[in-house]
């Protein structure tokens, strides 16, 4: 059983990567902790909760953490989200109230308890994750595992060509990270080419007529409508979060994995939050990363079809 604390920007695909992780057989959520990130933070924390209530997972503690980022001012993404980030649609508030304590402090005290037992899974920018190893430095080798969403290996990113939204919205987070933990990376692009559904896929979900499948129907359609323009595709989205949570608890989806220096330009510009993949070791950066290059993707839309047509959690 894989013991792990998610740090999420709660919206979106977030939530199923919540769902999936708190009702796999495979993992062990600790904690949720919470960024800034995809939509504005109290809205996050709320999200983070209902998801939690939904998996009937409510005594997994939400530790509320950095509100902005380390440096640079803070750029939400409602545009793709919707200002709520579960799709417009009106979800109840849970009453559950936000755990005490920072959620940094959280990590670093729960990695000290247990080392090299918990893995960090993280699904947003890396601020929270920065603020830990600052006030930890060991923290790189008291965690098990830290897997990331973010970046793009070859340039086709999500908000500027070099760079996806995660490591843009908070570079010099992503930079201090990269530099000090071996991290396993889930970029944009893999996620575009093995984490896609699209019209076939929201049929299938659309006949499980549960309340997952519902929710998650839910949470998608604003990024749907948005990647709609100028695509062939009307009803297509990635599920970045989804499958790397997917590709934690089950080894198996991993089709192929290479390890590579990663570096992340933290400076404004063309390139900020760009991830420079060293593939031909043309530099004398140490390999730090592993790269998950391809997805079983077959595998992984089986992963998502059993979560959503799994039993009410009520
Ligand atoms: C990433 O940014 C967020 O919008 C998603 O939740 C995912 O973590 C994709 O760029
Ligand atoms: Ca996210």
């Known amino acids: 059983m894989r013991r792990v604390i998610i740090d999420t920007d709660t919206a979106g695909d977030d939530t199923q990567a919540i ?75 849970t009453g559950i109230e936000s755990a005490a304590g920072f959620g940094p402090d959280e990590i670093v005290d729960r990695c000290r308890a247990a080392p090299g037992e918990i893995t960090l899974l993280c699904i947003g920018p890396l601020t929270n994750i920065a603020l830990a190893y600052a006030r930890e430095p060991d923290l790189p080798d008291l965690v098990d595992e830290l897997w990331v969403m973010g970046g793009n290996v070859n340039c086709e990113g999500n908000i500027t060509p070099a760079a996806e939204f995660n490591l843009w919205v908070d570079p010099d987070a992503a930079r201090r990270v990269f530099d000090a933990f071996e991290v396993t990376l889930v970029d944009w692009g893999v996620c575009l080419r093995d984490a896609v559904f699209s019209s076939p896929e929201f049929e299938a979900v659309s006949a499980f007529d549960t309340e997952l499948a519902s929710f998650f129907e839910s949470v998608t359609q604003r990024a749907r409508a948005f990647n709609s323009e100028g695509s062939h595709d009307p009803g297509w989205t990635a599920l970045p979060d989804s499958v790397t949570a997917a590709l934690l608890a089950y080894p198996e989806l991993r089709d192929a994995v290479s390890t590579y220096h990663v570096a992340v330009d933290d400076r404004e510009g063309l390139t900020r939050g760009y991830t420079s993949v060293d593939v031909n070791g043309v530099t004398d950066g140490e390999p730090n990363t592993h790269v998950v290059e391809s997805v079983d993707s077959d595998a992984f839309q089986s992963v998502m079809y059993s979560l959503l047509q799994s039993r009410d959690p009520d």
């Open 19 to 93: 769902l999936l992780s708190c009702l796999s057989d495979r993992v062990t959520v600790e904690a949720l902790t919470i960024v800034a990130g995809n939509v504005p933070f109290d809205r996050e924390v709320e999200n983070a909760k209902y998801t939690l209530d939904l998996a009937g997972a409510v005594d997994v503690p939400v530790y509320e953490g950095a509100r902005q980022p380390l440096l640079k001012e803070f750029e939400h993404a409602t545009d793709i989200h919707g200002e709520d980030g579960l799709g417009g649609d009106v979800f109840p508030d």
